[in-house]
């Protein structure tokens, strides 16, 4: 039986470089008639540097609109092309939760930039590096444009 794509998992954060995912997504959404699961994952440190007076519970669910505006506009795009998209926000590590909801969801492909909203000049970034270590899954990863060529003589 040949491999087929039923679901995808499109990380995004609502940066210019998770968004050069989109169009490879989108792309291969329609061609497989594939749901995209959109996800953000509101990442918060594990220490603060400085005492502030909010309960971790309280901080997440402030950022929770953001999140949602984020997802709606994302989310749109694939719908306007006529793909079935779900929204999810998660908590915690963006690599852990990315693999858990791949794992969870039982998806056959994460679409996912090499870098984020932390973007570096790194050939991967460190969350895309993270997903690639820690996931069973097939991942696309799409290359910002820009982006040094390794191989290139000085």
């Not at 169009?23 to 497989?32: G, I, R, S, V």
């Not at 669910?61 to 984020?70: D, F, N």
């Not at 690599?95 to 790194?122: N, Q």
Request: aromatic share 6%; with cysteine.
């Amino acid at each position: 039986m040949a491999w087929q794509i039923q679901k995808i998992l499109f990380p995004y954060d609502g940066s210019e470089d998770s968004a050069l995912a989109l169009e490879p997504a989108l792309h291969l959404a329609q061609k497989e008639g594939a749901e995209v699961l959109c996800l953000y994952v509101i990442h918060l440190p594990t220490i603060w540097a400085t005492p502030i007076d909010i309960s971790r519970e309280d901080l997440v669910e402030s950022l929770k609109p953001e999140a949602e505006r984020v997802l709606n506009e994302v989310a749109q795009k694939f719908e306007a092309a006529g793909v079935k998209t779900r929204k999810i926000i998660r908590e915690g590590s963006p690599v852990s939760e990315i693999v858990r909801t791949a794992s969870e969801e039982d998806v056959d492909l994460i679409v996912m930039s090499s870098h984020g909203s932390h973007s570096t000049k790194d050939y991967l970034g460190s969350v895309t590096r993270g997903v690639l270590d820690r996931t069973n899954k097939t991942v696309l990863i799409v290359k910002p444009p820009e982006l040094p060529d390794p191989f290139a003589v000085p």
